[in-house]
C-alpha cells in the first residue's frame, strides 16, 4: 500500500494505491481463477474517521483513491484498512506531510 | 447477542480490533449485499441506463434524482478501459454512489461521507465498452446526479 498523505490550509488530502489484483468474475473466468476484489476500505487519524467506502470488482487494477478531509493533521499518522471477498484484509499506515 | 452476532462479521472484527471508534462503520456489502448484483442490460451495449437506475432505487429508496450539485471528471474517450480515472466533488454529502452502464452490473462503489469528510473523490475503474458513468450524491435528503458518457476504444482498434 503506497499512502501519500498532506496537511496544507486547514485540509487533508491523501492519495493511496492498494496492490491487488481486483479480477472481477468475468476476468476470473478467463483467467480460470477465482474472482476476487477490494470490497470495503477505511480511514481513520487519530481513531476519527476520514474516509470510508465500499467497493466493486470495477475498480481498476492496484485500485488508486485520493479522498480529502478538514483539519490540520501534520504529524499525525493516517491508518488505511482494507477486506477483500476472500477476507483478506490490510492495513497501512502513513505519517501526514 | 448483538454484539457477538456483530463480531460475526469479519470486517466488524477488523474494525474492532483497528479502530474502536468505526463500530459505526458502514460496509454496503453486508448491509445492502443485493444491490451489487443489479445487472445493466447487456444487449443495449453500455446504451441503456436501467441497470444504474435500478440500483440507485435500491440503494437510496427513489431514483428521483435532479441534476446538478455534483462536479463530475471523466475522460470523453478513454483508451484504455481498463483503467478509466473518475473524480467527483459536491460541497457536501452524506453518501455518494458511483454506476456505470458498461460492465455486467451497474454498481461501482458507494462513499460514505464520513463528520469531517470532504466528498471530493478520485478513483480508477473499469469500463468493458462505452458506457455512461453516473454519480448520485444525497444532500440534505435529496438525491443530485451527473453523468457523462465514456467512449471506451479497446486498445486503439476504435472499439
Known sequence: MRIKAKSKNGITTVKVMFKHPMLSYDEAKKKGKEANFITYVVANVEDKKVFEVSTSQFLSKNPYMKFAFKGDFKGKEIVISWVDLKGNKKTGKKKIK | MERRKFLGFGLGALAVMAMPR?????????????VWKIKNDEASKGKSLDGTKKAIKAIFGTDKVEEGKIKLKAPDIAEN???????????????????????????????????????????????????????????????????????????????
Open chain 2, 22 to 34: 468505526t463500530l459505526m462503520a458502514t460496509n454496503y456489502r453486508e448491509k445492502l449485499p443485493d
Open chain 2, 81 to 159: 478501459g481498463a483503467v478509466v480515472p473518475v473524480s467527483f466533488k459536491t460541497e457536501k454529502a452524506t453518501r455518494i454512489a458511483l454506476f456505470q452502464s458498461a460492465d455486467p452490473e451497474a454498481l461501482v462503489a458507494i462513499f460514505d461521507v464520513p463528520e469531517i469528510g470532504i466528498p471530493d473523490y478520485s478513483v480508477r475503474i473499469k469500463m468493458k465498452q462505452t458506457g455512461t458513468v453516473t454519480v448520485v450524491a444525497e444532500v440534505d435528503g435529496k438525491l443530485y446526479s451527473a453523468s457523462k458518457v465514456v467512449k471506451v476504444t479497446i486498445g486503439g482498434c476504435g472499439g
